[in-house]
Nanobody, 117 residues
Framework: QVQVVESGGGLMQAGGSLRLSCKAS????????MAWYRQAPGKERELVAR????????NYADSVKGRFTISRDNAKSTVYLQMNSLKPEDTAVYYC??????????WGQGTQVTVSS
């Protein structure tokens, strides 16, 4: 069992920056692919960014490329999402996901990010 806890959300003006953190419990963090998803009101949850075990392969949604950066620190069992040049359309609840297999797939409770224009 892995528990993931997000932090770092809040209210920011457009053009600003925020850094989200997701800390995972357990000693097997380094064996999980980590990802950030978000869900805006009335919309489906969407993938924002994903980072593989070694950090060698990164995936980003087109809407955040060039503005968001995902990274991980396996020694701290933490994954980060640096969000720059924030836009009002980035407003959503951001969720951290740890996945190793279809049955080893864990989600956090989410952290609210609100970007005002």
């Amino acid at each position: 069992q892995v528990q993931v806890v997000e932090s770092g959300g809040g209210l920011m003006q457009a053009g600003g920056s925020l850094r989200l953190s997701c800390k995972a419990s357990g000693r097997t963090f380094s064996s999980y692919t980590m990802a950030w998803y978000r869900q805006a009101p009335g919309k489906e949850r969407e993938l924002v960014a994903r980072i593989t075990i070694s950090g060698a392969l990164l995936n980003y949604a087109d809407s955040v490329k060039g503005r968001f950066t995902i990274s991980r620190d396996n020694a701290k069992s933490t994954v980060y999402l640096q969000m720059n040049s924030l836009k009002p359309e980035d407003t959503a609840v951001y969720y951290c996901n740890a996945r190793r297999s279809p049955t080893l797939d864990y989600w956090g409770q989410g952290t609210q990010v609100t970007v005002s224009s």
